[in-house]
């Protein structure tokens, strides 16, 4: 008898999803480069052939969905599809657009890994835009490494000349050495494809000096090298530098390729002839390639009509262009699906024949699944709850293995207690694997979809925000990081909104999420367990527009997304702040604030010494401050200065308390390392506690154009206008000041006062209402 969870308010419904054949994933499994070969799971030489989509912020953008792939795969035989974010280019790019320009990437990766194909993320660019990508593919291959359909092109066409190709060749190297450590660190299987010199042509000149390690000197592997070839203006001499790198050891990926020319208009030069030339080469060499490309843009490579549907079901005479009609034909005659393969990688033999799953689980419990399979020898199966979008973060799993042979098992899964509980958006997923395999080599894949996700107890609302808005401006309540609910749309007025956490020990952020044109948010408070915040008060602002949107302090305005940190809110009597006096040698380096050896804040830094803040510290943890980006740039040595630390409420000196990794003397590190401050403790109290009516104030509203200031023996003030620009600052400031206020606009403004005696701050609204 099936086991039933008490603790559930709302009965399970039970479905049954059938496995259908596979698809070329599941027969190719994990990829890999060996020699100048492409291999699949079973040893075999793979090379895949499908489409390009086009520059994601121009024409054919609509096709970016999981209908449109479908239809590319089951009508075209598609084995594989680019995805060409563009870079730069004007109207949506990713310099312009980062969030739209990612999302429209995962709505193609998302459905290729549904509907079982491989994908190309391309980092569509011709300049050199290694920071962008490398903040870009950081987080593709955190959402996307565990994927075997995931191959990352890193640098399209880089751009160079043949004068100077030795030269660009140096710089793409450096650049793919800094973006490869990205993808590693979160992804050690998935294929990497380098762009090569003049506009991915010269693929001789890296294949003279090949790729060997990344910047972290750890040896590279799976990595293929782009070239790029249109028959209409590219002829043998090119093939000819092809073999050159394969004879060199190269493995080789046309990522882009056309039977045109490059001159992209509607009357281009399509050379046929030309075109199977490349064509028996590529197969000659099992090349891989994407043809140019999958939009209907009046250009004679584009494959579509403007009539063509944005979801596929395309008429084959009226939808598609002569070069798309060619496209389909073409695929649908060279792509036969391999036949399967008997190693460890398994056979047809090992299926997951039907899944049964609950319509609603609750956090915290357990959910039960019911799985039938078929296996052909002893395999592991694994069941996950995971979002049913991108992130792919499991918030539930189990792992168990089979015996050969066909049966029914059933699973407890436990679901994660902080599962977020956002859109209701998630799925089982079950894998049959080799035993002590992960993911990467798994099998074969059933889901079913749109689980329901509920909290286990009936939790009072514990949190308030009060907000307002313009034009549906949307904002979201982050605990430690993660989106407590679904968004909350804001109206003109103040209004109250109620959510609830379990537990409120952590970080709170309130973050306006849906910048455009006319839309401005303003936070009044967030209330923790009845202890009510000014926005106001807060120190970070991250989308408060102070310099072009550049982030400011002591103000409940946020007019680009950004958001406000709260800090630990309810129980910041219970935690302390962390001060680090720092500076760097360029002026572009990073550091970061470990805490027990986990990241909690990063900063970069300036030729100054500044002062760097992270509040919630808690007692007696493990504290580092670690150098990130060692290197060079503009002819500098990025060198890190760590002058001290302060916690709580003392100060330490870097060169008397910290352990140093890394090199380095005394208060500097010359190269990536950190230093180790030990567990410092705060004796459970907070150094910025503050403490009320010790300084007077007078008169408030100022009507007289001048504000007396009575307090401690030297104390600083800083007054900020309402959207964090600071406007006054006097230091060392003794007994009793008058700061004159007429160079001042009437108003209100935040004044805030640093008692630099006994460490404590005060912070008050003043209103200035001058004659």
Request: hydrophobic share 35%; glycine share 8%.
């Amino acid at each position: 008898m099936r086991k039933t969870n008490l603790l559930m308010i709302v009965m399970m419904l039970f479905t049954i999803f059938q496995l259908s054949a596979q698809t070329i994933v599941e027969r190719h499994g994990q990829l890999r480069v060996e020699g100048t070969k492409i291999k699949d799971k079973c040893n075999r030489n793979t090379q895949l052939k499908g489409m390009s989509y086009f520059w994601h912020q121009w024409e054919g953008g609509e096709y970016w969905n999981s209908n449109a792939l479908k239809w590319l795969r089951d009508d075209w035989k598609v084995e594989i599809v680019r995805a060409a974010m563009g870079v730069r280019g004007g109207g949506g790019d990713y310099i312009d657009d980062p969030v739209g320009s990612v999302n429209q990437v995962r709505s193609v990766v998302d459905a290729a890994i549904e509907h079982g194909i491989y994908v190309v993320i391309d980092f569509h660019a011709h300049p050199n835009y290694k920071e962008q990508a490398k903040t870009f593919f950081r987080q593709m291959s955190k959402e996307y490494g565990a994927y075997p359909n995931i191959i990352y092109e890193i640098w399209n066409e880089p751009i160079g000349d043949y004068g100077n190709a030795v030269g660009t060749w140096n710089e793409i190297k450096s650049y793919s050495r800094e973006v490869i450590a990205e993808i590693r660190a979160n992804d050690p299987n998935n294929i990497i494809v380098v762009g090569t010199p003049f506009y991915s042509q010269r693929v001789d000149i890296a294949a003279d000096n090949p790729l060997t390690v990344d910047i972290n000197n750890k040896p590279v592997s799976n990595i293929a090298y782009t070239i790029h070839a249109y028959a209409g203006a590219h002829k043998q001499s090119l093939r000819d530098k092809g073999n050159y790198a394969i004879n060199k050891g190269l493995a080789l990926f046309m990522t882009e390729c056309g039977r045109v020319g490059t001159n992209y208009g509607p009357n281009n030069n399509l050379d046929a002839a030309e075109w199977n030339r490349w064509e028996q080469w590529m197969d000659n060499n099992d090349i891989s390639y994407c043809k140019w490309s999958l939009s209907n843009k009046n250009e004679i490579s584009s494959s579509l009509n403007r009539s063509a549907s944005p979801n596929g079901n395309w008429n084959y005479n009226n939808d598609l262009t002569a070069e798309g009609k060619w496209n389909r034909d073409h695929f649908r005659t060279v792509n036969t699906p391999p036949s399967s393969c008997d190693d460890t990688g398994g056979t047809d033999e090992d299926m997951i024949k039907s899944l049964i799953t609950p319509d609603q689980v609750a956090k915290g419990e357990n959910a039960f699944v019911e799985i039938e399979y078929s296996s052909s020898t002893n395999r592991d199966l694994v069941i996950v709850f995971q979002l049913n979008r991108s992130p792919y973060t499991v918030y539930g799993s189990k792992r168990t293995n089979v015996q050969e042979g066909t049966d029914t098992i059933e699973l407890e899964v436990p679901i994660d207690a902080n599962t977020p509980v956002a859109d209701n958006d998630y799925k089982f997923q079950v894998f049959i694997a080799p035993q002590g395999g992960d993911w990467n080599e798994r099998l074969h894949t059933i889901s079913k979809v749109n689980i329901d996700c509920i909290d286990n107890v009936d939790n009072p609302d514990n949190i308030i925000v009060r907000a307002k808005g313009t034009n549906n401006s949307k904002i979201e309540v982050r605990y430690n990081d993660v989106r407590i609910d679904n968004a909350i749309t804001l109206t003109n007025n103040f209004a109250n909104y109620s959510l609830s956490v379990p537990e409120t020990s952590g970080n709170f952020k309130v973050a306006f999420i849906n910048d455009d044109t006319g839309r401005d948010v303003e936070i009044d408070w967030l209330e923790i367990n009845g202890e009510r915040i000014q926005a106001e008060s807060r120190e970070e602002n991250t989308g408060a527009w102070v310099v072009s949107c550049g982030g400011g302090s002591f103000t409940q305005a946020i007019h680009c997304n950004g958001y406000i940190n709260f800090g630990n809110g309810a129980n910041s009597n219970q935690v302390g702040t962390i001060e680090i006096g720092a500076k760097g040698n360029c002026g572009s380096e990073k550091i970061q604030l470990l805490i027990d050896n986990k990241k909690v804040s990063e900063w970069s830094l300036n030729t100054n010494i500044s002062v760097y803040t992270y509040e919630g510290y808690k007692n007696n943890e493990n504290i580092k401050v670690a150098f990130i980006n060692d290197g060079n740039i503009n002819d500098c040595d990025k060198n890190v200065y760590i002058d001290w630390i302060k916690v709580c409420a003392t100060r330490y000196q870097t060169e008397d308390i910290a352990s140093r990794t890394g090199c380095g003397n005394s208060e500097w590190l010359f190269c990536d390392g950190n230093f180790d401050f030990g567990a410092l403790g705060c004796d459970n109290k907070t150094p910025d506690e503050s403490i009320q009516n010790t300084f007077e104030i007078y008169p408030n509203p100022v009507t007289d154009s001048k504000i007396t200031i009575k307090g401690s023996e030297q104390y600083t003030v800083v007054i900020y206008n309402m959207i964090g620009k600071k406007v006054y600052e006097e230091n060392n400031v003794s007994n009793t000041s008058i700061i004159l206020t007429n160079h001042l606009n009437n108003g209100l403004y935040i004044l805030k006062l640093y008692d630099l005696t006994t460490k404590t701050k005060e912070t008050k609204k003043i209103l200035i209402d001058n004659h």
